[in-house]
């Protein structure tokens, strides 16, 4: 513990403003919070501060925050971490959990989401089933969106990657996604 005897927290996003929203929000629930943008930013501060709890976003511009779990895991095994995506697979989300995450969650997320992680029970079985999975719908535009962000929004480059006519794509990212 520090010195006010709340338990610090460390947010590690490179998304500045949704890190300070997550940041005044967790202060709310009690914890005393530090946040970062870079892998080497919050390697420095886990070193210093070992951090009691820790949310990490998968995606820290072109580098994997899976890193900082381990490294995290390294510095305290203590650490509870949380990590943060905004494109979930099943695939990262076991390597999460692998390195010593106790919880992989999709965004959007707010504060109460982070809470209930944090609270979880590792192999905890009474964690809900949602009754809202995501949609297919949702699904597909959150993959087509990541391909476009990993070929630096060209749609020519994007289409030919998902083997899709180049219309059809701009068709599909002209409409929103469902929420579910």
Sequence with gaps: ?????????????????????????????????????????????????????????????????????????????????VVLTGYASIATAVEAIKLGAIHYLAKPVDADNIMSAFERINGDAQTPISVNPISVERLEW???HRILAENDNNVSVTARVLNMHRRTLQRKLSKKPSQS
């Design 1 to 81: 513990m520090n010195d006010t005897d709340k338990p610090n927290l460390l947010i590690v996003d490179d998304d500045i403003v949704f890190c300070d929203v997550l940041a005044k929000a967790m202060k709310k629930r009690g914890f005393d919070v530090v946040t970062a943008h870079t892998i080497d930013s919050a390697l420095a501060l886990a070193e210093s501060m070992t951090p009691e709890f820790a949310v990490i976003d998968l995606k820290l511009e072109n580098e994997s925050g899976l890193v900082l779990v381990k490294k995290f895991k390294e510095i305290d095994p203590g650490t509870r971490i």
């Design 142 to 144: 959150e993959y087509i």
